[in-house]
T-cell receptor
Framework: DAKTTQPTSMDCAEGRAANLPCNHS???????VYWYRQIHSQGPQYIIH?????ETNEMASLIITEDRKSSTLILPHATLRDTAVYYC?????????WGAGTKLIIKP | DGGITQSPKYLFRKEGQNVTLSCEQN?????MYWYRQDPGQGLRLIYY???????QKGDIAEGYSVSREKKESFPLTVTSAQKNPTAFYLC?????????????FGPGTRLTVT
């Protein structure tokens, strides 16, 4: 079973920051949080991962709460090409455990 | 270019036939994975391999078989015992499985069985 819960869908205006929430209240202390995205009918693309600290790379920022029960993925300036399904995933026992993800629609 | 290739992109088979999906990587990764994705759902792990000549069952291995004779290749056979084989199949690889390694995905094979 998935260890994360996410909204089914979200909208965001082009040029704005997209903030995607994720709950992982049962996460263990040594389990990482990963984010991937999948554009329709393509293979998933890695975005970012973290354990305790906030992380940032060229694609996004990951904010993890102090109790590690939830996190937020931030796309700072969303473009139309960011329209995709975004998966928040827990890495556990050598496996990525996937939920159904959030469908993010960027509107012009 | 380094990456993962899957072929073919679309595959059609008659019920009762076995079919083998190809997955090749030139990233020099030790670990490889097969996932299944059904419409509107996340990925489910079928099999994974941490090293050549070794592989483990994932959550939904029944009706599938794999081999790992070479580091670069991890073919998946969908057998006639798989009750609902029509799905999108994704192959992935990573440097290993013991740490927070990123998984790289191929473009997928969409299998339709009628």
């Amino acid at each position: 079973d998935a260890k994360t819960t996410q909204p089914t869908s979200m909208d965001c205006a082009e040029g704005r920051a997209a903030n995607l929430p994720c709950n992982h209240s049962t996460i263990s202390g040594n389990e990482y949080v990963y984010w991937y995205r999948q554009i329709h009918s393509q293979g998933p693309q890695y975005i970012i991962h973290g354990l305790k600290n906030n992380e940032t790379n060229e694609m996004a920022s990951l904010i993890i709460t102090e109790d590690r029960k939830s996190s937020t993925l931030i796309l700072p300036h969303a473009t139309l090409r960011d329209t995709a399904v975004y998966y928040c995933i827990v890495y556990s026992n050598y496996q990525l455990i996937w939920g159904a993800g959030t469908k993010l629609i960027i509107k012009p | 270019d380094g990456g993962i290739t899957q072929s073919p992109k679309y595959l059609f088979r008659k019920e009762g036939q076995n079919v083998t999906l190809s997955c090749e990587q030139n990233l020099n990764h030790d670990a490889m994975y097969w996932y299944r994705q059904d419409p509107g759902q996340g990925l489910r792990l079928i099999y994974y391999s941490q090293i050549v000549n070794d592989f483990q069952k994932g959550d939904i291995a029944e009706g599938y078989s794999v081999s790992r004779e070479k580091k670069e290749s991890f073919p998946l056979t969908v057998t006639s015992a798989q009750k609902n084989p029509t799905a999108f199949y994704l192959c992935a690889s990573s440097m290993g499985t013991g740490g927070p390694y990123e998984q790289y995905f191929g473009p997928g094979t969409r299998l339709t069985v009628t």
